[in-house]
């Protein structure tokens, strides 16, 4: 399961509140300092290609979409 939806779980676990107890404390991704999955893309949350410069924060995929609204020119 990858990190973006391990909230869904949570979802399935409602009825079972001591499940769900045991969940939190074993299962639950712990919260990052550093490292890729703090870099998300704040407009589609995909981890990979993040762009940190200029304090985008978007991946390179929505940056690509967005670049000439944000004011960023492309020469070639
Ligand atoms: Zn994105």
Redesign the pocket.
């Known amino acids: 399961m990858t990190a973006s939806d391990w909230n869904k779980i949570l979802k399935q676990l409602r009825t079972k509140p001591e499940k769900m107890k045991k969940f939190l404390k074993h299962n639950k991704p712990k919260i990052r300092s550093t490292g890729v999955a703090k870099q998300k893309?704040q407009?589609?949350?995909?981890f990979g290609a993040h762009l940190n410069q200029y304090n985008i924060h978007?991946?390179r995929?929505?940056f690509r979409e967005i670049a000439e609204e944000m004011g960023f020119i492309k020469y070639s």
């Open positions: 893309c407009r589609c949350g995909r978007l991946c995929q929505c």
